[in-house]
């Protein structure tokens, strides 16, 4: 998502810089240079337009990290995040969707708000994409 709120604001010979170097699978890089664009440029960039990215840049990095927990049913995966991810994940669903602070994370308290989040990333996405 934050690329595409990147790529929303460059000039269309930018754009077209980042999309070929996207399509032969390069690291963006300013063009005309050889210094890469960082995630995290890209975020603190995209959270100056919309206060609300760096949280769900956040949640979605934490998500990853979860992935490769899979054992769900025996072990609650949320405990093996650090816990400044389970912060950040508790807080992006508190402020966007209503999660409890008091909630203890788990599959189960998680679960119900996981559509609600991909909906509302989905259609954010879809927003900004609908501008390039």
Known sequence: MVRAIFLVTQSPNNRMHYINQTLNNEKWTLPGTRSQITDRQMVDF?????????????????????????????????????????QDVKQHLHDYHQFPLTERLSVDTVGPYLLRVLDKVSSNLDYEIQKL
């Not at 949640?59 to 405990?79: E, K, Q, R, T, W």
């Open 46 to 86: 995209a959270n100056t337009l919309y206060g609300w990215t760096r949280s769900v840049y956040k949640l979605g990095c934490a998500f990853i990290h979860l992935s490769v927990m899979a054992d769900y049913n025996h072990v609650n995966p949320f405990s093996q995040l650090p816990i400044s991810e389970q």
